[in-house]
Nanobody, 121 residues
Framework: QVQLVESGGGLVQPGGSLRLSCAAS????????MGWYRQAPGKQRELVAA???????NYADSMKGRFTISGDNAKNTVYLQMNSLKPEDTAVYYC???????????????WGQGTLVTVSS
């Protein structure tokens, strides 16, 4: 089973920056995509950004220009650089991986436990 270890959350003032990291470990043959989602209190979980192993990325519209996702194939790790943070960015941020354990397996999905990002003065 694959496990995801997230780090980098915390408290930051409006306009500040944070960098989240998510490292995957376990039996991984190939990664289709890794991404970050977030869930604010009382709201549904939403996509923040996704990264594919070939370097293709996509972002939610509200994050474009402020957030940057990147990945390291060798380390099975994805990063989320968040700049110009706003109070409305406050949420629990979850890492997600879509992967195969062997060439013959179907793709599986695993979620991290989440890391809290609080943007407040």
């Amino acid at each position: 089973q694959v496990q995801l270890v997230e780090s980098g959350g915390g408290l930051v003032q409006p306009g500040g920056s944070l960098r989240l990291s998510c490292a995957a470990s376990g039996s991984i043959f190939s990664i289709n995509a890794m991404g970050w989602y977030r869930q604010a209190p009382g709201k549904q979980r939403e996509l923040v950004a996704a990264w594919r192993s070939r370097g293709i990325t996509n972002y939610a519209d509200s994050m474009k220009g402020r957030f940057t996702i990147s990945g390291d194939n060798a380390k099975n790790t994805v990063y989320l650089q968040m700049n110009s943070l706003k109070p409305e960015d406050t949420a629990v941020y979850y890492c997600n991986i879509n992967y195969r354990a062997t060439p013959w397996d179907r793709y599986l999905e695993v979620w991290g436990q989440g890391t809290l990002v609080t943007v407040s003065s």
